[in-house]
């Protein structure tokens, strides 16, 4: 077994330092979900005690064909959201902050009640009445492997799902009307449309991602509760941001949000 206590510290220190590494070393490495998991779990911890701010929902990785054939991954993971690496659209991010500033345009929801553990397996009409509402968000993506695309997926579940910070839109409660399959997503730069995209990308509907980690985190002893906020995924290709961008992620009826990097 993996020693994920030694795994969790050395992904923190880097986190904290800007540090890269090529891989976690071998005996901290882990070799399983489950392993992965409980290293993610202790990375959070380390991460809130030195940011500060509260656990305010969980991104979804890999709903989307395009990254799961970047990252060599047959199916979706999850990592976890917080305040401190959230902000208000229009935001602003700190360029040297970050390795990689991957932008991905996602749907995100916010829970009206609890989907709670041992509870499921959940329906998707089930998943769908739990819903507040719809908002459009920006996901920054960042790794802390400089060969984050082939390290394997456990690493990537223990680095939190490579989660960065969270662009937040605004909260859209009237969404049963709108076709989040069909609707059309546009990523632009600096006032130019350079990737079009639909949540169809997202497991064929955003609800299908989210009906995905109701179940995962039923099933893993955890479940999802009130207020907490759920990216779903990328609907385009990825843009790799630079200082001085401003990147928008528009939803039509659902939206729009946006993120200056200085």
Same mark, same amino acid.
């Given at each position: 077994?993996?020693?994920?206590?030694?795994?969790?510290?050395?992904?923190?220190?880097?986190?904290?330092?800007?540090?890269?590494?090529?891989?976690?070393?071998?005996?901290?490495?882990?070799?399983?979900?489950?392993?992965?998991?409980?290293?993610?779990?202790?990375?959070?911890?380390?991460?809130?005690?030195?940011?500060?701010?509260?656990?305010?929902?969980?991104?979804?990785?890999?709903?989307?064909?395009?990254?799961?054939?970047?990252?060599?991954?047959?199916?979706?993971?999850?990592?976890?959201?917080?305040?401190?690496?959230?902000?208000?659209?229009?935001?602003?991010?700190?360029?040297?902050?970050?390795?990689?500033?991957?932008?991905?345009?996602?749907?995100?929801?916010?829970? /009206?009640? @609890? !989907?709670? $553990?041992? +509870?499921?397996?959940?329906?998707?009409? &089930?998943?769908?009445?739990?819903?507040?509402?719809?908002?459009?968000?920006?996901?920054?993506?960042?790794?802390?492997?400089?060969?984050?695309?082939?390290?394997?997926?456990?690493?990537?579940?223990?680095?939190?799902?490579?989660?960065?910070?969270?662009?937040?839109?605004?909260?859209?409660?009237?969404?049963?009307?709108?076709?989040?399959?069909?609707?059309?997503?546009?990523?632009?730069?600096?006032?130019?449309?350079?990737?079009?995209?639909?949540?169809?990308?997202?497991?064929?509907?955003?609800?299908?991602?989210?009906?995905?980690? /109701?179940? @995962? !985190?039923? $099933?893993? +002893?955890?479940?999802?509760?009130?207020? &907490?906020?759920?990216?779903?995924?990328?609907?385009?290709?990825?843009?790799?941001?630079?200082?001085?961008?401003?990147?928008?992620?528009?939803?039509?009826?659902?939206?729009?949000?946006?993120?200056?990097?200085?």
């Amino acid at each position: 077994m993996a020693n994920i206590e030694a795994g969790a510290a050395l992904l923190a220190e880097a986190r904290v330092n800007l540090a890269r590494m090529e891989a976690l070393p071998d005996a901290a490495r882990p070799r399983t979900a489950e392993e992965a998991y409980a290293c993610q779990d202790l990375l959070v911890d380390r991460l809130r005690a030195h940011y500060g701010g509260e656990l305010i929902g969980y991104k979804i990785a890999c709903t989307n064909k395009l990254a799961q054939d970047l990252l060599h991954m047959p199916g979706p993971f999850h990592g976890k959201m917080f305040s401190a690496h959230s902000v208000e659209s229009p935001g602003r991010l700190r360029a040297a902050d970050f390795f990689m500033r991957v932008m991905e345009a996602e749907f995100a929801f916010r829970m /009206a009640r @609890d !989907l709670p $553990a041992g +509870g499921g397996p959940f329906t998707r009409e &089930q998943v769908a009445d739990a819903v507040e509402g719809v908002l459009p968000g920006i996901e920054t993506v960042d790794s802390r492997f400089t060969s984050w695309t082939t390290v394997g997926g456990p690493s990537l579940i223990a680095d939190n799902a490579c989660h960065g910070a969270w662009v937040k839109g605004v909260l859209v409660r009237d969404w049963r009307g709108i076709d989040l399959a069909a609707q059309r997503v546009e990523l632009l730069v600096n006032g130019a449309v350079i990737q079009r995209g639909s949540g169809a990308a997202v497991l064929g509907h955003p609800l299908n991602a989210l009906e995905w980690l /109701a179940n @995962d !985190l039923s $099933a893993r +002893g955890t479940g999802l509760k009130a207020g &907490q906020y759920i990216t779903t995924g990328v609907t385009t290709d990825i843009y790799l941001a630079e200082r001085g961008d401003r990147v928008e992620a528009d939803f039509g009826p659902v939206g729009r949000v946006e993120v200056q990097w200085e």
